[in-house]
């Protein structure tokens, strides 16, 4: 019975399925298809976040403390990127022949650039600026 008396819906019926609403919306917010939304950890700018030797040329290496991947595209080149695939939010693979893998639909990205060479996703990685100081890989 409502809780005002006519053949309404009650209060926790409303309540319910406001709720369900607003996590469906939230659902959906987390499987879009376009640009990733990875932000990077909190304190992580100006921070050695791998070593130049564990990141080989044409690979990289996935640092799982910070969901980023490390690239050496080329000879002295590094760059770094959001972990997450723009699909679905996967965490990619460890680049290999200068491609990232996303496990979960096989999606890959360009190590370089980190576009999308292979869908599912369309979208890019999360880029972020890196530099290199003695040993370490920095995000500026």
């Given at each position: 019975?409502?809780?005002?008396?006519?053949?309404?819906?009650?209060?926790?019926?409303?309540?319910?399925a406001?709720?369900?609403?607003?996590?469906?919306?939230?659902?959906l917010?987390?499987?879009?298809?376009?640009?990733?939304?990875?932000?990077?950890?909190?304190?992580?700018?100006?921070?050695?976040i791998?070593?130049?030797?564990?990141?080989?040329?044409?690979?990289?290496t996935?640092?799982?403390?910070?969901?980023?991947?490390?690239?050496?595209?080329?000879?002295?080149?590094?760059?770094?990127?959001?972990?997450?695939?723009?699909?679905?939010?996967?965490?990619?693979?460890?680049?290999?022949?200068?491609?990232?893998?996303?496990?979960?639909?096989?999606?890959?990205?360009?190590?370089?650039?980190?576009?999308?060479?292979?869908?599912?996703?369309?979208?890019?990685?999360?880029?972020?600026?890196?530099?290199?100081?003695?040993?370490?890989?920095?995000?500026?």
């Amino acid at each position: 019975m409502s809780v005002n008396g006519g053949s309404g819906i009650g209060r926790r019926q409303a309540l319910g399925a406001a709720g369900m609403a607003a996590c469906g919306v939230a659902a959906l917010a987390a499987c879009g298809g376009g640009e990733s939304t990875d932000r990077q950890a909190p304190g992580i700018k100006g921070k050695v976040i791998a070593k130049t030797a564990d990141v080989p040329v044409g690979g990289g290496t996935v640092v799982k403390q910070y969901r980023i991947v490390v690239t050496q595209p080329s000879e002295g080149v590094f760059k770094a990127f959001g972990a997450a695939c723009p699909h679905r939010g996967c965490a990619v693979s460890t680049p290999k022949d200068n491609v990232m893998t996303c496990p979960c639909h096989g999606s890959e990205f360009d190590a370089e650039t980190g576009a999308a060479v292979k869908g599912p996703a369309t979208g890019k990685l999360v880029a972020y600026q890196v530099k290199v100081e003695g040993d370490g890989i920095v995000v500026v």
